[in-house]
């Protein structure tokens, strides 16, 4: 429909993506409180939601232009600028905070790209061009958790630096990644995972 008013008209499947603005502002503000846990189960639903819309803007016939552009600048909130902070807050800093400039980077032109072109399809269904920007919160979590366990600092942000080598690396690699489709699957993922660091955080592990 229309509008003579507005530059465009939201949908439902519209205001679920934007929905990320609020997730991951209390991830922010949870981060800058010292709350890495609590941050870190937020981006979870931040997930959640941002898998479900295109699941559902795909089965009301609600696919367009505008809403792949706008996910890809809610993708850049919920998985590269938050994660961002919370590794910064959380000590992967000074020096080290390159990698996750490199992976900044990376990830805002692979989104970039596609915005440009979608979705590729192969012979099992939907896949990504280059690995998609959602595992840096896989990422976040692994970090935070082994923080949790004692692991050396100075090791554990080694083998983060090297991981985040190789993600920036693939999110550019012209090679199909898989892409999560049954819901199941997104759901066991993504409230899983916030479960985990909800109750990481309630039990007294706020601060990693």
């Given amino acids: 429909m229309n509008n003579d008013r507005y530059i465009i008209t ?11 603005i609020i997730t991951s502002a209390m991830a ?18 931040a997930m959640l939601g941002d898998a479900l819309d295109g699941i559902l803007a795909r089965r009301l016939g609600l696919e367009r232009n505008f809403g792949r552009y706008l996910d890809g600048f809610m993708d850049v909130l919920i998985y590269l600028v938050s994660p961002a902070l919370i590794l910064h807050q959380s000590g992967f800093n000074d020096f080290w905070s390159a990698f996750v400039l490199l992976m900044t980077g990376c990830g805002i032109i692979r ?4 915005n ?17 920007v959602f595992w840096s919160i896989f990422m976040l979590a692994g970090y935070l958790l082994l923080l949790e366990a004692g692991l050396s600092r100075t090791l554990l942000n080694t083998a983060m630096a ?3 080598l190789a993600f920036s690396h693939a999110m550019l690699v012209k090679r199909p990644f898989f892409k999560f489709k049954k819901l199941l699957h997104i759901l066991l993922i993504t409230i899983g995972g916030a479960t985990l660091f909800f109750g990481l955080h309630i039990i007294g592990g706020n601060h990693a």
């Fill in 10 to 20: 939201l949908n439902r499947v519209d205001l679920l993506t934007l929905s990320g």
């Fill in 28 to 45: 922010v503000q949870s981060t800058l409180n010292g709350h890495f846990h609590l941050a870190t189960g937020l981006l979870f639903i």
């Fill in 111 to 114: 989104l970039a790209v596609f």
């Fill in 116 to 132: 440009d072109i979608g979705n590729i399809s192969e012979s099992n269904g939907l896949a990504y061009l280059g690995m998609p």
């Fill in 162 to 164: 090297i991981t985040l």
